[in-house]
């Protein structure tokens, strides 16, 4: 599976959001669901989005 900051993408109001890797979307009920890092910093996004990565922390 590719890194976390492959999965960090720009709303377009430059709030950042981490979306579910395709290979975990099936465990899902939507195929797409993106949770929010609540910071417009890429550099924040990415220390926020580690532990979410490293826990499997997605919600619905």
Not at 4 to 10: F, Q, S
Not at 16 to 25: D, G, S
Not at 35 to 56: D, F, V
């Amino acid at each position: 599976m590719a890194r976390p900051t492959a999965y960090i993408e720009p709303s377009r109001h430059s709030v950042f959001y981490l979306r579910i890797p395709k290979p975990l979307r099936s465990s899902f009920p939507r195929p797409d669901i993106r949770r929010s890092l609540e910071t417009k910093c890429r550099r924040q996004a990415i220390a926020t989005c580690a532990p979410i990565w490293i826990l499997g922390e997605f919600s619905v």
